[in-house]
């Protein structure tokens, strides 16, 4: 089956510094979509970026993603991170066999000053 | 963007009894899921529902969760009997076809069995 993984579960970074989120990823499945959903406190999980196209870049609210099929990655980027990033980073994948989208575990982001 | 919306937003009630919770996905769309987020832990897959039916289902969509969408009203979640356990945040999600759409959360419903 499709499986999702986020190595780190909690990420910290200075404010102004480059931020990287890992997420590999496993499928049998040539046709899939990555997503990378943002959760802030108290709020409903929300797409942030969306590909299906094997290394193109895809960039939103200044991060940035590759899909990377020869890697199995969807790593989600942003080169100057900001307090306001602050918050939990799903990577998930969806497949044309299922009408559902298989989340990672969830990296939390802290930005601090 | 399009909103789902959830009520209630907050429910708390007494073990063993019979809660409903309620979804009013995006208007067009027509997958509707539910997920369970623990405090503190990653939000999990519970169930899909497409046409009437459920499509899929996980291991936490015990045999006292049900869903159903009677024709134009709420996707519902109805737990019965409640156990302590089941004390979380639910997310409802719609998204307007199959095929890899993105998935549009509500708000989310945090219930709270004692």
């Known amino acids: 089956g499709d499986s999702v993984t986020q190595t780190e579960g909690l990420v910290t970074v200075t404010e102004g510094l480059p931020v990287k989120l890992n997420c590999t990823y496993q499928t049998t499945y040539l046709t899939i979509a990555f997503f990378w959903y943002v959760q802030y406190l108290n709020e409903a999980p929300q797409v942030l970026l969306k590909?299906?196209?094997?290394?193109k870049r895809t960039e939103h609210q200044g991060f940035h993603a590759t899909l990377h099929k020869s890697s199995s990655s969807f790593h989600l980027q942003k080169s100057s991170a900001q307090l306001s990033d602050s918050a939990l980073y799903y990577c998930a994948l969806s497949d044309y066999s299922n009408n559902r989208i298989f989340f990672g575990d969830g990296t939390q982001l802290v930005v601090k000053p | 963007g399009p909103k789902v919306l959830q009520i209630p937003s907050h429910q708390i009630i007494d073990m063993g009894q019979m809660v409903t919770l309620n979804c009013d996905p995006v208007?067009?769309?027509?997958?509707f899921y539910w997920y369970k987020q623990i405090l503190g832990q990653q939000m999990e897959f519970l169930v899909n529902f497409y046409n009437g039916k459920v499509m899929e289902k996980s291991k936490l969509f015990k045999d006292q969760f049900s869903v159903e969408r009677p024709d134009g009203s709420y996707f519902t979640l109805k737990i019965q009997p409640t156990a302590l356990e089941d004390s979380a945040v639910y997310f409802c999600?719609?998204?307007?076809?199959?095929?890899?759409?993105?998935?549009?959360f509500g708000p989310g419903t945090r219930l709270l069995v004692l």
């Open positions: 999600a719609s998204s307007p076809n199959t095929d890899q759409d993105t998935q549009y």
């Open positions: 590909s299906s196209t094997d290394n």
């Open positions: 208007s067009n769309h027509l997958y």
